[in-house]
C-alpha cells in the first residue's frame, strides 16, 4: 500500500464523516422533539 493510497483513503474518510455528521445535526432535533414528550409522558403518568 503506497503513501497516496493511505492519503486518499483518510481524505476519503474524512469526507464520509461529515456527510454522516450533516444528517446527524439535522436529525438530532426531531429525535429531541419526539423524545421529549415521552419522557414528559413517562415522569407523569408511570
Request: charge should be negative; glycine fraction near 2%; hydrophobic fraction near 45%.
Amino acid at each position: 500500500m503506497s503513501h497516496n493510497t493511505l492519503r486518499h483513503n483518510l481524505i476519503f474518510t474524512s469526507i464520509m464523516n461529515e456527510m454522516v455528521k450533516l444528517p446527524l445535526q439535522l436529525i438530532q432535533p426531531v429525535i429531541g422533539e419526539i423524545t421529549h414528550p415521552l419522557v414528559y409522558f413517562e415522569e407523569r403518568y408511570m
